[in-house]
């Protein structure tokens, strides 16, 4: 079984920063893309950021310069730095791991944790 458990998630005013974090865990044999996606009431969830495992990134054009992926290959995790944030990023944020387990290879989700940007 693999998990993956989101956390740093919450509420920060406009101009504001957060740093998320994704960490899976489990028969994991390695792991391929990293990624990050978001998802408001009565929209489809959307691609944020994606890194590979050679460090390719992709970013969403709604957060190029203000949004980073990283990942911590040794750690199973995957890290996005947010600053400048705005109300429009006020979403639920999911990550999204491509996992190599003994036999098979799939795609995983964390749980999703709320980002609120306000004043």
């Known amino acids: 079984q693999v998990q993956l458990v989101e956390s740093g998630g919450g509420l920060v005013q406009p101009g504001g920063s957060l740093r998320l974090s994704c960490a899976a865990s489990?028969?994991?044999?390695?792991?391929?893309?990293m990624t990050w996606y978001r998802q408001t009431p009565g929209k489809k969830r959307e691609l944020v950021a994606s890194?590979?495992?050679?460090?390719?990134?992709l970013y969403a054009d709604s957060v190029k310069g203000r949004f980073t992926i990283s990942r911590d290959n040794a750690k199973n995790t995957e890290y996005l730095q947010m600053i400048g944030l705005k109300p429009e990023d006020t979403a639920v944020y999911y990550c999204?791991?491509?996992?190599?387990?003994?036999?098979?290879?799939?795609?995983?989700w964390g749980q999703g944790t709320q980002v609120t940007v306000s004043s």
């Open positions: 999204k791991f491509t996992i190599y387990t003994p036999g098979k290879i799939d795609d995983y």
């Open positions: 489990g028969s994991i044999v390695s792991i391929d893309t």
């Open positions: 890194i590979t495992t050679r460090g390719t990134t």
